[in-house]
């Protein structure tokens, strides 16, 4: 994973609630996709873990740990210049990582 293009391996995401970009694996239902989310700690909403930023207490976005395939901090603010963003969002969303997963102790096999 070449981490020039912003993509970092999930293992060193921050676990401490900031809000990160994720690569969401593509499935049988749909592509990979491009997410806005953060680690949550256990609450009486749900369990310790990553949960998409436009979770709310109604409506609990989790995702397990292999639904994710790698993250990148938000763009700062004015880091692209001329297009309008939406509070607490990027004005445009990175493209997902489609490149090869690095192999983390062993294949899993």
Same mark, same amino acid.
């Given at each position: 994973? %070449? ?38 700690? %256990? ?8 949960? %998409? ?31 309008? %963003? ?24």
């Amino acid at each position: 994973m %070449a981490e020039a293009d912003g993509w970092r391996p999930m293992r060193t995401a921050p676990r401490d609630g900031t809000r990160i970009l994720v690569t969401v694996r593509s499935v049988e239902q749909g592509p990979a996709e491009v997410d806005m989310a953060y680690w949550a700690k %256990a609450d009486r909403y749900g369990m310790e873990g990553w949960r %998409a930023a436009d979770s709310h207490p109604g409506l609990i976005v989790a995702y397990a740990e292999p639904e994710l395939k790698c993250w990148m901090p938000v763009p700062g603010a004015g880091a692209l210049p001329d297009a309008p %963003a939406a509070p607490g969002r990027p004005a445009v969303m990175p493209a997902p990582y489609e490149g090869e997963d690095i192999e983390i102790d062993g294949s899993g096999i």
